[in-house]
């Protein structure tokens, strides 16, 4: 009889967590040219700034800089192992920022820091809620965000009267100054979009007319690029024994989705400055048609003659489109069965 | 109540274009060794010169050209949102011609000029004639081409008496020298073919014997990757309201793995020099095999010692070997339903 | 009527081939950071120093090596249509080693030399044994290795009377000096395990805990970027006239798999020094959930002070949890269905 081994990682449960715990997330990773081509074939993504060294120069950058969005997916990947193998649920966001652009060729790593602990009712679980800090290889920050999860216990029965809840600012607090270089000349032929800041009304809804239907090829090599391993988004053997029934789709590539169809509307705004809030409302499935609006939640200027803010709230649907969903909500205050994404975010864009 | 935004860009419609209209397509793109090797996993592609760097050496090449089919996935992309968003079929091509080589590193973008248009006799649409020209960063001409397609009218009862039809030739006008560098010495050991342009004859055909299946995600990370955005191969919850009840597999994609399985007895034609006419005869969807064959239509020699042209038509089928079809028509002159392609196009190929 | 060209290449059959006889391959091909990109997507592999060029850094190398498995594939990938083509089953593997690490920017390219050749009893077939050494663009060896495959004969009735059958070493001979730097200094935080040669031992079973499910579109883009033709993988509509009535996978993708579903538990086995011998035990396809389990067979210790060796065997199982397949045998000795692999390897891991 062979000797079981005791040396698998089976990941943190909510008893192995402490507060102020400092994580070094493992697998660095240097980005290629190879992500970024994935990145487009993943997601169909369209914002110029991204896609061409020639525009990037019109810019301002020596080179093209990695869409945000991909940066936080290879970044925050590797912080799956550590925080949320075990988790019941990812319950949110809050204050995720991006202080630095990041090139092909930088190689990034994540730290994370335990700043909350809260043991739920039903002694089965918990929350922990963590501040995870990106560096590129020059250790300069380039991800900032906050989550919390729920993680399974080990032992049930074991009350530890954990109770420490850190409080979020309701939206990211912005940098003083826009690290963005100065825009030198940009022919909005080549954005594909010529609406700027001073366009857009608070209050004004854009319903994006793209839906893309995502497979499970689709999905599973993105969560994969990312070295994302939660098992709920590969293991369809192991889904199958849930309600599920299924593999689950990352949601991470869910907002990839929704940011992707919101190019047309939104050309120019091609940078996220902030995440401020973000739910997943509901699982996407493989075969699920993915359709998106957005609203202009806030106009906020800026002493730049490039360059204004606009925090937009973008919702995610599956299987109908925007203009058959008026709100996100039932009227109970629930989210609709229909909604898979509410993304409360801040972007600049040309003036 | 939200203000719906007329912000959405929904496409250009019959009336939305005028003669001599000028265009300058979005989305410039540097191309990376990402698309590349996507390209090659996409469709299995083995031509041995965009394979290799030491071999391309051996061509006379600084380093591997991309292959003129990826250029021009990538490069005619871009006009899909202009030209052929609410297009109701791409009807042909013609005068296809790839004028300068692309390497890695190279951005492309995309221009076109609207050379005619036709109002259908049944009022609900017309075709768009254009003339696009690709470039690369230094401005070269690295495509040329053009394309009819049949776009919907905003407005069925407005009249306009357009009947501009340009005139094409029926096979591209060859240059007088080609943009090929002369071929040092190469192994065919290493190209995996040993026939050369000596050895083919016209009236000869070469029945194909690999068939490759497509799968949904294949065609759709495939047209991502290009950044077209034509609705069709992408929205399910869509086309589930159409007689097609299914995602289209972009006919582009469709071109690329019918040259694919053309390798095996072209192996030596590295270069496509131009493409005279395509029609895509029949859609083809997730699930189908391609098949093709092909027959040398006509030799054209060149002044050159090692390389000479074959002018040859390929007909791509679905779910049939092609020793199954002894021609792409029925008795009345249309395409069999198995028929999914007819190019006629020249090749360069080793003397 | 179109004369039909003998130009197509039909794969060589049992007759095809003579003791003695070389063959240079086609295709070499230039690794790009596309390929690494991809080769992550498709397998979810995580092994840190393919991973990150400051990672490979402090391993002592200038920048991060290939995944010797995705070396392999892409090498190999161009032997299948010289010799496998018309192959009924591959054999087996034996002495496979990796002399030379692959960087991406290097061309790789393989030769084969015929080792043996054996006609079966029943008249229709025959083995062929081969050696196949690969080379990057200085000439060094990067692979060696070899296997035998059962190949068809063309005519059946003809008795060659064949019975060449070379011996092969039960476990590769493992070379002098490893070609693998000296390990300067690596946070075992950023590979993701903390444990090293001296903590395991010999009959420690390792259950590996994840499980992946692979698609038709993730094996055959991998196969297809390995320009890996064999029909077997790519033509359902063939596949459907047999037995299987599906696309069979790749085995070298399913080896890819098992690879890294081993990743945790062997964190820091980051090298393959050497494949002993490996069987396909059952076919592996679409919808398959791969699981696996890691026995250590020996110990191996070396001279040096930063890296042991680990002889490792690694079942390969699908849709089963490795808890409950104690031993990969029947009872009357036949491997149990669920087995899809059965891997017998060396590698090198940090002490």
Known sequence: MAKISNKINQGNYFEDFSLNQKIVHPLPRTISEGDVSLYIALTGSRFALHSSDELAKDFGYEKRPLDDLLMFHLTFGKSVQDISLNAIANLGYAEVSFPN?????????????????????????????????????????????????????????????????????????????LNI??????????????????????????????????????????????????????????????????????GGH????????????????????????????????????????????????????DIGLLRIRTVGLKNITPQEVESPFEEDGKYKKCVVLDLDYTVAILK
Chains 1, 2, 3 share one sequence.
């Open 101 to 177: 652009p990041v090139f092909i060729g930088d190689t990034v790593r994540l730290e994370t820091t335990v700043i909350g602990l809260k043991e739920n009712s039903n002694g089965k679980s918990g929350n922990v809620y963590v501040h995870s800090i990106g560096y590129n290889q020059k250790g300069q920050e380039i991800l900032n965000l906050k989550r919390w999860v729920m993680v399974h216990k080990k032992n049930p029965q074991t009350v530890l009267g954990l109770n420490s809840v850190p409080s979020f600012e309701k939206t990211t607090p912005l940098p003083k100054e």
């Open 254 to 305: 869910v907002i990839s989705m929704v940011r992707t169809i919101s190019f047309n509307g939104l050309q120019n705004a091609q940078w996220i400055v902030a995440i401020n809030s973000g739910a997943h409302a509901n699982p996407t499935f493989a075969g699920d048609t993915i359709y998106a609006y957005s609203e202009i939640v806030e106009k906020i200027d800026t002493p730049r003659d």
């Open 181 to 250: 270089p100065t825009v030198k000349s940009v022919d909005k032929q080549l954005t594909g979009g010529e609406f700027v800041w001073g366009d857009y009304e608070v209050g004004e809804r854009l319903n994006h007319i793209e839906g893309i239907t995502v497979d499970d090829s689709d999905h599973t090599l993105a969560t994969k690029l990312y070295q994302n391993n939660a098992k709920v988004h590969f293991n369809d053997h192991m889904m199958k024994q849930t309600p599920m029934n299924e593999r689950l789709m990352y």
